[in-house]
């Protein structure tokens, strides 16, 4: 600024025309136009980097949401299924499902035999297009419905990982030379099988609905018990942190002394919100786990530990909302004879609500997606039963959480699992989103502007 | 009794008493409720408020004491020779409480009567338990099962007299406020002082979690200490914790942690910080309305993002990305995670970080200034570089340190990204590990207390609290400083 004063005024002779840019105007509207460049690259490196971001994660995980199965007619033969014959699922129950797998063996090999497909596999290489856990699920079906021993029926039974791979561009023919777990001829058959209607692919409920499955049947994984995890922690998060934060907020902003508890307490909360929230994690498992003798694993942590990382957040979005209310309203209230609770909570608190709900949405959007504290607090833990109803004490029982079960999901080797994580992380992106529109309408909706 | 029965009793106590003495005040004065010192609603407030504040203040204390009193009583009760060589009274009373549970389902499923326990072996309960689902660290002692008896005999009664205590004092809480409520009684005074009380106790759970976290850590860091020599710790240049024996062998030195979290810090700051400020440069000062309203947002949307999407995203693109087309081509290594893949995910992490808190700062240097800059000449770019840089300067130097303490202290893109062998090395693409790596190692799965590299944990942990705070309240007073020139 300072030479571009002192080198224009003095040299009169040598000005031309306005018209014309002398060689200094070009190089200094050519580095205005190169900044401007750059502000723009950086504009686009990160509108770029989102889509990147979101395309990778579209791309491998939306096939999570779709289910190779096979369609085969099996017979369940009483002799095997119900010696007693009295249909009791109690008695019914003491058949395992090694009684069942034969079955489903068999069946395949019938179905095989009768859509006259030519294989040269074994029965038992053959079984191997089955997941381990379809058996499981047809012995479930038939102690449900015991009316079903004695007929043959007809069962969509789900297709091995690597079979459900094949169909999704994971596992190729060369690849499954290589494979011990898979062999070209399985992959024949498996075409075979399409070829005759009986293999398709539909949607898959099982992913959102069904518990975690083993190392090995990556088909089978599912995310129900992290689903109603995360929504225990949530439900938590809110009847907690919604009333203490906002009361706190009240106090600080409404009827707090100018004095150095306050500031001690204000000073507090602003770091609170900037502590790694890991360190949330190690106070979860110092205090509620080791101290407080509260179980590991258990909703009723997690969300205690996802509040108090929370508060901050939804104290500093009710103090702004509460800020933003003009002094006139709680002058008139106080005129017309209100006490200043009054004021406040008949006045001041239903206007700052719809800034209030926006925060506290956004604060739960947060502890949604928070993954390192809950690692410290043992939700890593592999849980395949659902937890109880919270009116029956489903809070204290074991559970995961959405993000945690990607986290469990990258660290196992069957790269099926991949899949899996990226599915799982478009269902918790999807909550967010939902989250983040609610929010946005609530703000778009009811915000007043004085 | 379970608690939610104790919470619905209370709930019903507080609804009774808050009709009893709204309609008591109201009797009082013969249903002019004009008579009234406070409004009806008041009087009804108050009974409520007395009967359950205390009940519930009570039911929490007593429920966070009560294991711990307990445990202690029968720790002192435990034998000499119940402890087992080599174990720790915690591990038995882990198992004591284990039993207590069994016994307790066992006996509410059915499965048998208290006087059938009496009468069994040893043996016998174990299998029962077992039968159960109840399984033990180790094999059903005679002195485990005694104190397991005597620990779910007490805990029973206990909980009995926490039901009768809690629900005795909201009854008595109740009547005293019925009893008070008469016509002249100052109800709202009354109430919004106890409101006020409650908002108070509500604005120090601040304090109490801040204190919460530094006595817990402080406290395990002194245990560690005690194990294990601080100058080891902060001055060996070797991390391997040995995972069979306890101590003896485990070499825990932060350095290597530090320098990996220094270095992918520096990663993402060196992506992050020119990004950001580029981008709320341009975002402030010459992008149209429209094109504003666009792209704020969506770079925004990175903020709301969480960090294992970036960490899965290190994980399956970045990381295998790298590998093909630097490292292994370059010959620096064939590790798909490294210091580069976690530097550079963090760093598109932090760029909405840091272009939305510049954006405000940007935003904040005042009119005129640009104003004046432009009048005498200079372009626009000129402006930006020599005037609203330089008065900016303290709050973007504030906004890069609090992205340095997020990025020291980010934990789910490091674990996927950055692999977790220990090493003092300059090559990024090499696998390193950070401070918050190993504080999730050390502590996820099986934790024993005793053992140095469970503690360590917590020294990694307070090394990372302070460093952050720190950097925190650097950035705070930097900014409060130096941003009050221009008001």
């Known amino acids: ?450 | 009794m379970p608690l939610s029965w104790i919470l619905l009793i209370l709930a019903v106590i507080g609804t009774i008493a808050f009709l009893m003495a709204r309609s008591r005040a109201i009797g009082t004065v013969d249903g002019d409720a004009r008579r009234l010192h406070s409004l009806p609603i008041y009087y009804g407030l108050n009974g409520a408020l007395m009967a359950l504040t205390p009940a519930l203040g009570l039911l929490v204390i007593w429920l966070l004491v009560q294991p711990i009193l307990l445990d202690r009583s029968i720790l002192a009760d435990l034998p000499a020779g119940a402890v087992p060589d080599g174990g720790t009274a915690a591990l038995v009373m882990s198992d004591v409480r284990r039993v207590a549970d069994g016994i307790d389902s066992g006996i509410s499923s059915g499965s048998f009567t208290r006087d059938e326990l009496r009468d069994l072996s040893v043996e016998d309960v174990g299998g029962l338990l077992a039968s159960e689902g109840t399984a033990l660290g180790s094999a059903l002692t005679g002195e485990v099962l005694t104190a397991a008896t005597s620990y779910w005999q007490a805990r029973s009664s206990l909980s009995w007299i926490m039901t009768i205590a809690v629900i005795g004092l909201a009854l008595i809480g109740g009547a005293w406020a019925v009893s008070r409520s008469r016509g002249e009684f100052r109800a709202r005074n009354v109430v919004e002082r106890g409101v006020l009380i409650l908002m108070i106790a509500a604005a120090s759970i601040a304090i109490l979690t801040t204190l919460g976290i530094v006595l817990s850590m402080l406290f395990e860091t002194a245990n560690f200490f005690r194990q294990y020599s601080w100058t080891e710790f902060f001055f060996s240049t070797t991390w391997s914790p040995s995972f069979s024996g306890r101590g003896g062998a485990s070499q825990l030195g932060i350095l290597p942690l530090l320098w990996g979290t220094l270095y992918i810090s520096t990663i993402a700051l060196i992506v992050a910080v020119p990004i950001g400020l580029f981008a709320a440069i341009y975002l402030s000062e010459y992008a149209g309305k429209k094109f504003r309203s666009v792209a704020k947002p969506l770079i925004e949307i990175l903020a709301g993002i969480p960090t294992i999407v970036y960490g899965l995203f290190a994980l399956i693109t970045v990381g295998p990305f790298l590998r093909d087309a630097f490292a292994s081509p370059l010959g620096l290594g064939n590790s798909a995670s490294s210091v580069m893949t976690a530097g550079l995910v963090m760093g598109i992490m932090l760029i909405p970080f840091v272009s939305s808190l510049s954006d405000d700062i940007i935003n904040a240097v005042p009119q005129a200034m640009r104003d004046g800059s432009l009048g005498l000449g200079a372009t626009k770019s000129e402006t930006i570089r020599q005037v609203i840089v330089p008065a900016a300067l303290p709050g973007i130097v504030g906004a890069v340190l609090l992205a340095a303490s997020r990025a020291i202290g980010e934990t789910m893109i490091v674990v996927l990204g950055a692999g977790a062998a220990a090493r003092l090395d300059l090559n990024p693409f090499e696998a390193m590990t950070t401070v918050t790596v190993k504080i999730v190692s050390q502590l996820t799965g099986d934790t024993d207390f005793a053992s140095p590299e469970t503690l360590v944990a917590f020294a990694l942990g307070l090394t990372l609290f302070v460093i952050t705070l720190g950097l925190n309240v650097l950035a705070l007073f930097i900014v409060r400083k130096y941003r009050e020139q221009y008001e």
């Open chain 1, 1 to 450: 600024m300072t030479d571009a004063t002192a080198n224009t005024a003095p040299t009169g002779a040598g000005q031309g025309s306005l018209l014309i840019k002398d060689s200094r105007t070009a190089k200094r509207n050519g580095a205005e136009g190169r900044f401007k460049m750059y502000g723009l690259i950086a504009v686009c490196i990160g509108i770029a980097m989102l889509i990147l971001l979101l395309t990778s994660i579209l791309t491998s995980g939306l096939s999570a949401f779709r289910q190779t199965t096979i369609q085969i007619e099996v017979t369940l033969p009483e002799e095997k299924l119900d010696k007693s014959g009295v249909r009791d699922p109690e008695v019914m129950a003491k058949v395992t499902t090694f009684g069942y797998a034969p079955l489903l063996r068999d069946g395949l090999e019938a179905t095989i035999a009768a859509n006259g497909i030519e294989t040269e596999l074994s029965a038992k290489d053959a079984a191997e297009l089955i997941s381990d856990e379809s058996v499981a699920q047809l012995r479930n079906r038939v102690l449900r419905n015991p009316d079903l021993i004695g007929q043959t029926v007809s069962v969509e039974v789900m297709a091995s990982g690597r079979i459900d791979g094949f169909y999704k561009g994971r596992v190729t023919y060369a690849s499954a030379e290589r494979d011990t777990n898979i062999s070209p001829a399985q992959l024949q058959l498996a075409e075979a099988l399409e070829d005759k209607g009986l293999l398709n692919t539909s949607f898959n409920w099982l992913f959102l609905t069904a518990p975690d499955a083993s190392d090995t049947r990556p088909e089978a994984a599912g995310l129900g018990v992290a689903i109603l995890g995360s929504l225990y922690m949530m439900l938590i998060v809110l009847v907690l942190a919604l009333p203490i934060g906002v009361a706190a907020s009240i106090y600080l902003e409404e009827f707090a002394p100018q004095n150095r508890w306050t500031d001690l307490v204000e000073v507090n909360i602003s770091n609170l919100a900037a502590v790694p929230s890991i360190v949330f994690g190690i106070l979860g498992l110092a205090i509620f786990i080791n101290f407080a003798g509260l179980p590991q694993s258990a909703p009723i942590v997690g969300g205690l530990v996802l509040t108090l990382m929370t508060l901050p957040t939804i104290i500093i979005a009710t103090r702004a909302a509460l800020k933003s209310v003009p002094p006139s309203i709680r002058d008139a209230a106080l005129g017309l004879g209100a006490s200043r609770m009054q004021s406040v909570f008949h006045h001041v608190l239903p206007l700052a609500m719809p800034g209030i709900l926006t925060g506290t949405i956004l604060g739960l959007a947060q502890a949604l997606g928070e993954t390192a504290p809950l690692l410290l607090i043992g939700m890593v833990a592999f849980v395949r039963e659902y937890p109880e109803a919270p009116w029956e004490g489903g809070l204290f029982d074991p559970a995961t959480a959405l993000p945690v079960q990607v986290f469990n999901w990258t660290q196992r080797s069957d790269p099926a699992f991949v899949e899996r994580a990226s599915g799982a992380i478009i269902v918790l992106l999807v909550f967010l989103l939902l989250m983040n529109l609610t929010a946005i309408f609530l703000r778009r909706r009811f915000e007043r502007r004085w």
